[in-house]
């Protein structure tokens, strides 16, 4: 379990495919505090660390992470959105965030407002899935690329959110624009009211 504050953005050093997975080889500054079987969460999808070197490690993602995620997109150099799962005795300071992206999104706009960036996503609206909570809501929480944000301008197939100056430098939002694909992970309370609502 994440909470969607991101530790670090982590360089792509490798990908290699290997029939239907892909082997990802990053390198971050806390690679020396990883063990081989962890769980981190890479631009929100959360991946069990498979090797160790000396400065960089390793993670798979299977043939349905990449269908579902923009894991399969990656190339060498690119940012990508860490964070360590959640300590339990630690404070919740984004919301609950598992690491099991829902779909993709595309940024169709960056807006500049006075130091700040409003970033809007639009995505593939399915009435059943939106029935089962797959929805955003106003003032709501959404995990886009593995960060904790509030959505803003909610509509049916698209939502705005507002990236601060800190978030902007130490995740890989400095590189999201127009035509960018990005995962998505809607919020897991919102998904289990709306099948509670079924059976009332």
Not at 25 to 48: M, P, R
Not at 103 to 118: F, H, I, L, N, P
Request: aromatic share 8%; glycine share 8%.
């Amino acid at each position: 379990m994440f909470s969607g504050i991101v530790e670090e953005a982590a360089t792509v050093i490798g990908c290699k495919t290997d029939q239907g997975n892909l082997h990802l080889t990053l390198k971050c500054s806390f690679v020396n505090e990883l063990k081989i079987d962890q769980s981190v969460a890479h631009n929100g999808v959360c991946l069990t660390v498979v090797g160790l070197a000396e400065d960089t490690y390793t993670v798979t993602a299977i043939r349905e992470t990449l269908e579902r995620s923009n894991l399969g997109l990656l190339k060498v150099g690119d940012k990508v959105n860490l964070e360590r799962s959640l300590l339990m005795n630690g404070r919740l300071d984004g919301h609950i965030v598992q690491g099991h992206v829902d779909q993709t999104a595309t940024c169709t706009r960056v807006e500049e407002a006075a130091g700040s960036w409003y970033y809007t996503f639009e995505y593939v609206f399915d009435q059943a899935m939106a029935k089962q909570g797959y929805i955003t809501v106003e003032k709501g929480s959404v995990c886009v690329n593995g960060v904790s944000l509030t959505v803003c301008n909610s509509k049916d197939n698209s939502f705005q959110v507002a990236i601060i100056p800190y978030t902007y430098e130490i995740t890989n939002f400095h590189q999201i624009k127009p035509g960018t694909v990005v995962n998505l992970e809607f919020d897991i309370i919102g998904k289990y009211i709306s099948k509670i609502s079924r059976y009332n």
